[in-house]
Protein backbone atom coordinates (compact mmCIF):
# COMPACT_ATOMS: atom_id res chain seq x y z
CA UNK A 1 0.00 0.00 0.00
CA UNK A 2 1.02 3.69 -0.69
CA UNK A 3 1.64 6.11 1.58
CA UNK A 4 -1.69 8.02 0.94
CA UNK A 5 -3.61 5.01 2.44
CA UNK A 6 -5.56 6.21 5.34
CA UNK A 7 -9.08 5.94 6.54
CA UNK A 8 -11.15 4.25 3.75
CA UNK A 9 -8.67 5.46 1.09
CA UNK A 10 -6.95 2.35 0.04
CA UNK A 11 -3.73 3.70 -2.47
CA UNK A 12 -2.20 0.82 -4.55
CA UNK A 13 0.83 1.23 -7.29
CA UNK A 14 0.69 -2.03 -9.00
CA UNK A 15 4.57 -2.72 -11.68
CA UNK A 16 5.58 -5.37 -14.03
CA UNK A 17 3.65 -8.00 -14.39
CA UNK A 18 0.46 -9.24 -11.83
CA UNK A 19 0.95 -12.40 -10.67
CA UNK A 20 -1.23 -14.64 -8.27
CA UNK A 21 1.32 -13.82 -5.22
CA UNK A 22 0.60 -10.18 -5.71
CA UNK A 23 -3.04 -10.66 -5.26
CA UNK A 24 -1.96 -12.99 -2.35
CA UNK A 25 0.04 -10.30 -0.64
CA UNK A 26 -2.50 -7.12 -1.56
CA UNK A 27 -5.69 -8.87 -0.42
CA UNK A 28 -5.61 -9.34 2.96
CA UNK A 29 -4.73 -5.52 3.91
CA UNK A 30 -7.66 -4.48 1.58
CA UNK A 31 -9.76 -6.85 2.81
CA UNK A 32 -9.43 -5.42 6.68
CA UNK A 33 -9.45 -2.16 4.95
CA UNK A 34 -12.81 -2.83 4.12
CA UNK A 35 -14.08 -5.12 6.95
CA UNK A 36 -12.79 -1.65 9.19
CA UNK A 37 -14.43 0.95 7.06
CA UNK A 38 -17.11 -0.85 4.77
CA UNK A 39 -17.30 0.51 1.39
CA UNK A 40 -13.77 1.99 0.44
CA UNK A 41 -11.98 4.20 -2.32
CA UNK A 42 -9.33 2.72 -3.73
CA UNK A 43 -6.32 4.67 -5.96
CA UNK A 44 -4.71 1.95 -8.45
CA UNK A 45 -1.76 3.37 -9.83
CA UNK A 46 -1.09 1.36 -12.90
CA UNK A 47 1.63 3.62 -14.66
CA UNK A 48 4.48 0.95 -14.53
CA UNK A 49 1.99 -2.62 -14.81
CA UNK A 50 3.39 -4.23 -17.65
CA UNK A 51 0.45 -7.04 -17.83
CA UNK A 52 -0.75 -9.88 -15.76
CA UNK A 53 0.72 -13.75 -15.76
CA UNK A 54 -3.22 -15.96 -15.98
CA UNK A 55 -2.71 -16.73 -12.48
CA UNK A 56 -2.59 -13.13 -11.77
CA UNK A 57 -5.47 -12.11 -14.15
CA UNK A 58 -7.73 -14.96 -12.35
CA UNK A 59 -6.75 -14.02 -8.93
CA UNK A 60 -7.86 -10.24 -9.50
CA UNK A 61 -10.96 -11.14 -11.72
CA UNK A 62 -11.82 -13.29 -8.22
CA UNK A 63 -10.64 -10.83 -6.29
CA UNK A 64 -13.00 -8.07 -8.06
CA UNK A 65 -15.77 -10.22 -8.33
CA UNK A 66 -15.82 -11.01 -4.78
CA UNK A 67 -15.62 -7.25 -3.80
CA UNK A 68 -17.62 -5.57 -6.70
CA UNK A 69 -20.01 -4.24 -3.76
CA UNK A 70 -17.13 -2.94 -1.51
CA UNK A 71 -15.84 0.07 -3.16
CA UNK A 72 -17.46 3.31 -3.55
CA UNK A 73 -14.97 4.88 -5.83
CA UNK A 74 -11.82 3.59 -8.01
CA UNK A 75 -9.05 6.17 -9.50
CA UNK A 76 -7.07 4.75 -11.99
CA UNK A 77 -4.27 5.97 -12.80
CA UNK A 78 -2.34 4.76 -16.25
CA UNK A 79 -1.90 6.27 -19.76
CA UNK A 80 -2.48 2.80 -21.28
CA UNK A 81 -5.19 2.40 -23.70
CA UNK A 82 -5.51 -1.53 -22.30
CA UNK A 83 -5.76 -0.48 -18.59
CA UNK A 84 -8.58 2.26 -19.12
CA UNK A 85 -10.35 -0.66 -21.22
CA UNK A 86 -10.41 -2.49 -18.63
CA UNK A 87 -11.74 -0.60 -16.35
CA UNK A 88 -14.46 0.50 -18.55
CA UNK A 89 -15.10 -3.45 -18.77
CA UNK A 90 -15.63 -3.89 -14.66
CA UNK A 91 -18.54 -0.36 -14.66
CA UNK A 92 -21.18 -2.60 -15.61
CA UNK A 93 -20.54 -5.51 -12.28
CA UNK A 94 -19.39 -2.94 -9.76
CA UNK A 95 -21.49 -0.39 -7.92
CA UNK A 96 -18.18 2.20 -7.70
CA UNK A 97 -17.55 4.79 -9.53
CA UNK A 98 -14.52 4.62 -11.83
CA UNK A 99 -12.53 7.18 -13.55
CA UNK A 100 -9.30 6.86 -15.27
CA UNK A 101 -6.49 9.85 -14.83
CA UNK A 102 -3.20 10.02 -16.89
CA UNK A 103 -0.20 9.66 -14.64
CA UNK A 104 0.76 13.83 -14.59
CA UNK A 105 -2.87 14.31 -12.83
CA UNK A 106 -1.92 11.68 -9.72
CA UNK A 107 -3.16 14.82 -7.30
CA UNK A 108 -6.14 15.44 -9.27
CA UNK A 109 -7.16 11.36 -8.88
CA UNK A 110 -6.28 11.90 -5.23
CA UNK A 111 -8.73 14.77 -4.75
CA UNK A 112 -11.45 13.04 -6.88
CA UNK A 113 -11.64 10.03 -5.06
CA UNK A 114 -11.28 11.77 -1.50
CA UNK A 115 -14.46 13.88 -2.46
CA UNK A 116 -17.40 12.57 0.06
Known sequence: MLP??????????????????????V???????????????????????HGWSLGGFWAELRFDAKHAKDFRRVAVITGKPLHRFMASMLKPFTSAEIKCFQQEKKTDALTWISHN
Open 27 to 49: APPVEEKIRENGKVDLLCDMTDL
Open 4 to 25: ESSGRLVALRVAGKLTKEDMVS
